[in-house]
């Protein structure tokens, strides 16, 4: 499976967490996410995301074709947590232990997209072992200044090649990138000229 990643963020990299995403959510966006949930083949999240998702999504009734409660009511969730030892949510199955050999496992497995929304810090640690497959950005026109945000101040450094852009009518860019490796650098030799 391709692992990838969906995250919302502010211009200056703050990940959503307040309401500053919905005066920005249009039907435009709605498509796009609801096409993303649609190509889920599983899922994998953070703690602190599942938990937000399964006393959401886990708890309403159907709604009736609702990509996104369908995706996320039927098909398998893997949570990476050393805590969570008896998840309520049907389809839930916890990895620990060796997380990095757990994703492995998942990505060889056949299938489409096995996908990780929001999860900030379990999004950085994929990253950091070079396990992102795809990286979507949804990106508000809106900083904050302050928060957490999706991209630590340290820590590898990675080339992104830019796969799709688009914006919607309310201002969002969605940028979905592939991952690339060590990016490359321009020497940084002095320029006798100036």
Known sequence: MKLTTTTWVTVDGVMQGGGWVMPHYDDEGATFLNGIYGRAEAFLLGRRTYDIFAASWGTWEDPGDHPIWTALNTRPKYVAS????????????????????????????????????????????????????????????????????????AGVDTGLDLVKSRSTPRGVTIQVYRPTGRPEYASAAPNPDT
């Open 82 to 153: 050393t805590t969570l030892t008896d998840p309520q949510w049907s389809g839930t199955t916890v990895l620990t232990g060796d997380l990095a050999s757990a994703v492995a496992e998942l990505k060889a497995a056949p299938g489409g997209e096995l996908q990780v929304h929001g999860s900030g810090v379990l999004v950085r640690w994929l990253l950091e072992h070079r396990l992102v497959d795809e990286l979507t950005l949804l990106i508000c026109p809106v900083v904050l200044g302050q928060g957490t945000r999706l991209f630590p101040d």
